[in-house]
T-cell receptor, first 110, second 113 residues
Framework: KQEVTQIPAALSVPEGENLVLNCSFT??????LQWFRQDPGKGLTSLLL?????REQTSGRLNASLDKSSGRSTLYIAASQPGDSATYLC?????????FGTGTSLTVIP | DAGITQSPRHKVTETGTPVTLRCHQT?????MYWYRQDPGHGLRLIHY???????DKGEVSDGYSVSRSKTEDFLLTLESATSSQTSVYFC????????????FGPGTRLTVT
């Protein structure tokens, strides 16, 4: 069974700092990896989708990389802002399901 | 934002009562999913559907059933609710399955007392 791990569970940084969130998975036979943002009491918002054949994807201040062979992905957030405060989840698709990590709770301090 | 709604958004019910949660989409996506989110466990798949009347189990399907009679609607039923089913339930859609992006609804917070 696919296991997805996100470390750290929580992260607090000052505004303006660049930061990296980590996601690891145990089965490298994935179709894709997706990063989400979840605000308290809300649903998940899709940020980036990386297909298994891709190495990275970029959207604005966000850059996600994928190393399928080592079972790792990183989400890089440039010039963090207080509005980036949220929980960030990664999910990988294997077989006929998506598997989720438990998320990293990010707080950006003004 | 993808057109996904869930109803009700909040519900409190008693142990042993049946409960039905509804997910409605306006995107005409073929795949629909039900997840539950619990602290320490992340999101776990309950059931999914790959077409009208076509459904399959996820990793935590015990105590839950689903139905999909129309492309746009996916219902999750707790036949006899238990306290362990207190959770936040999310519906998601995907155009053609796991190779495609998932989009989530706003969630339903269910409390079983």
């Amino acid at each position: 069974k696919q296991e997805v791990t996100q470390i750290p569970a929580a992260l607090s940084v000052p505004e303006g700092e660049n930061l990296v969130l980590n996601c690891s998975f145990t089965d490298s036979a994935i179709y894709n990896l997706q990063w989400f943002r979840q605000d308290p009491g809300k649903g998940l918002t899709s940020l980036l989708l990386i297909q298994s054949s891709q190495r990275e994807q970029t959207s604005g201040r966000l850059n996600a990389s994928l190393d399928k062979s080592s079972g790792r992905s990183t989400l890089y957030i440039a010039a963090s802002q207080p509005g980036d405060s949220a929980t960030y989840l990664c999910a990988v698709s294997t077989g006929n399901q998506f598997y989720f990590g438990t998320g990293t709770s990010l707080t950006v301090i003004p | 934002d993808a057109g996904i709604t869930q109803s009700p958004r909040h519900k409190v019910t008693e142990t042993g009562t049946p409960v039905t949660l509804r997910c409605h989409q306006t995107e005409n996506h073929r795949y629909m999913y039900w997840y539950r989110q619990d602290p320490g466990h992340g999101l776990r798949l309950i059931h999914y559907s790959y077409g009208v009347k076509d459904t399959d189990k996820g990793e935590v399907s015990d105590g839950y059933s689903v139905s999909r009679s129309k492309t746009e609607d996916f219902l999750l039923t707790l036949e006899s609710a238990t306290s362990s089913q207190t959770s936040v339930y999310f519906c998601a859609i995907s155009e053609l399955g796991v190779a495609y992006e998932q989009y989530f609804g706003p969630g339903t917070r269910l409390t079983v007392t």
